[in-house]
C-alpha cells in the first residue's frame, strides 16, 4: 500500500484479555519495526523483523508480548493477560533494507487497558 | 552505546519568530540523525536526515539541522513559526543495541506556537 496501516486505531480491553494489533508494512519494505510509545515519552522500541523471521525482539517487555510476521508482510502484535500499564500507543514501521533513509510510520492503535 | 539527548522538554514561540529545538546525541563512531515529527493523532513524519554527507540538512517545511560533530548536537531549527507548526518533534539516532541497528528517539519537545 501508500503507506504503514495499522488497525485498529483505537482499542479498549478490559484487564486479563488478550490483544491482537494488527501491521500492514508499506509493499516491498522487507524490514518491520514495533514501537511503544507511553503518555509523554518517546516511543520505545520492542521487535524487529528482517522478512518473515524476528532479528531482534530485545525490547519486547516480558512473554506476554509476542509478534509473528508470517509471510513478510503483514505482523500482529499479540499481548496475553493485558495489564494496565500496557496501555499506550503501538507504532509500527516498515523500511527498505536496514532504515538507512528512514523509517516510514504508521498511524499507530492507541491501546487502553481498563 | 548510542543515544540522544532532547534538552527542552516544551518550547515556546511567537507565530513568525524563529524556532530553536535542541539535540544532543552520543556515538562512539559518525552517526545517523534524524527529526521527525508528531501532530496529535497522528504518525510519525520524517522531517530531515543526516547520514555523513553534507553538514547543514535541508527538510521539508522549511526546517533544518546542523550536524555539529565538535558539538555532538544536531540542532533542528526554522526561521519563523506557522501555527501548523506546533507538534511533538522527536531527534532520533540510528543506533546498534542488542547487535541490530535501530532507531533510538529522544523523549521528546513539543513545540507551542503562539498567535
Known amino acids: 500500500g501508500a503507506g504503514v496501516s495499522q488497525t485498529p486505531s483505537n482499542k479498549v480491553t478490559e484487564k486479563g484479555k488478550y490483544v491482537e494489533l494488527r501491521c500492514d508494512p508499506i509493499?516491498?519494505?522487507?524490514?518491520l519495526y514495533w514501537y511503544r510509545q507511553s503518555l509523554g515519552q518517546g516511543p520505545e522500541f520492542l521487535i524487529y523483523f528482517q522478512g518473515t523471521g524476528a532479528a531482534d525482539d530485545s525490547g519486547l517487555p516480558n512473554d506476554r508480548f509476542f509478534a509473528v510476521r508470517p509471510e513478510g508482510s503483514v505482523s500482529t502484535l499479540k499481548i496475553q493477560r493485558t495489564e494496565r500499564g500496557d496501555s499506550a500507543v503501538y507504532l509500527c514501521?516498515?523500511?527498505?533494507?536496514?532504515?538507512?533513509?528512514?523509517?516510514?510510520f504508521g498511524s499507530g492503535t492507541r491501546l487502553t487497558v481498563v | 552505546a548510542q543515544s540522544v539527548t532532547q534538552l527542552d522538554s516544551h518550547v515556546s514561540v511567537s507565530e513568525g519568530t524563529p524556532v530553536l529545538l535542541r539535540c544532543n546525541y552520543s556515538s562512539s563512531y559518525s552517526p545517523s540523525l534524524f527529526w521527525y515529527v508528531q501532530h496529535p493523532n497522528k504518525g510519525l513524519q520524517l522531517l530531515l536526515k543526516y547520514t555523513s554527507a553534507a553538514t547543514l540538512v535541508k527538510g521539508i517545511n522549511g526546517f533544518e539541522a546542523e550536524f555539529k560533530k565538535s558539538e555532538t548536537s544536531f540542532h533542528l531549527t526554522k526561521p519563523s513559526a506557522h501555527m501548523s507548526d506546533a507538534a511533538e518533534y522527536f531527534c532520533?539516532?540510528?543506533?546498534?543495541?542488542?547487535?541490530?541497528?535501530?532507531?533510538?528517539f529522544g523523549t521528546g519537545t513539543r513545540l507551542k506556537v503562539l498567535a
Open positions: 514501521a516498515s523500511s527498505s533494507s536496514g532504515g538507512e533513509g528512514g523509517y516510514t
Open positions: 509493499s516491498g519494505h522487507t524490514a
Open positions: 532520533v539516532v540510528r543506533g546498534v543495541t542488542s547487535g541490530t541497528y535501530k532507531y533510538i
